[in-house]
């Protein structure tokens, strides 16, 4: 008589819960995010040429999906400005 019995586990593994995206990023995640300078993001965020900024007290945070959708542009139009 033979029975089979699972000895090895289940036959998938748990998968390991994703961390949450956070909605809101610093101006640390967000220069990472779009690959810039820290200095090139904050003069951005002072001509008003980044969307989704929220300044609580001192502290900027900027909405990722602000930054997501922003359309890019070249020349003085874009989000960053001219680069050049």
């Given at each position: 008589?033979?029975?089979?019995?699972?000895?090895?586990?289940?036959?998938?593994?748990?998968?390991?819960?994703?961390?949450?995206?956070?909605?809101?990023?610093?101006?640390?995640?967000?220069?990472?995010?779009?690959?810039?300078?820290?200095?090139?993001?904050?003069?951005?965020?002072?001509?008003?040429?980044?969307?989704?900024?929220?300044?609580i007290g001192k502290a900027v945070r900027i909405r990722r999906a602000a930054?997501?959708?922003?359309?890019?542009?070249?020349?003085?139009?874009?989000?960053?400005?001219?680069?050049?």
């Amino acid at each position: 008589m033979s029975h089979s019995t699972c000895r090895n586990g289940p036959a998938h593994a748990a998968e390991a819960p994703t961390p949450k995206v956070p909605d809101f990023l610093t101006v640390e995640e967000a220069a990472a995010l779009l690959r810039v300078n820290r200095k090139t993001l904050y003069e951005s965020i002072r001509l008003g040429q980044l969307p989704g900024v929220v300044r609580i007290g001192k502290a900027v945070r900027i909405r990722r999906a602000a930054l997501v959708e922003c359309p890019t542009g070249k020349g003085r139009d874009s989000a960053l400005g001219s680069q050049r």
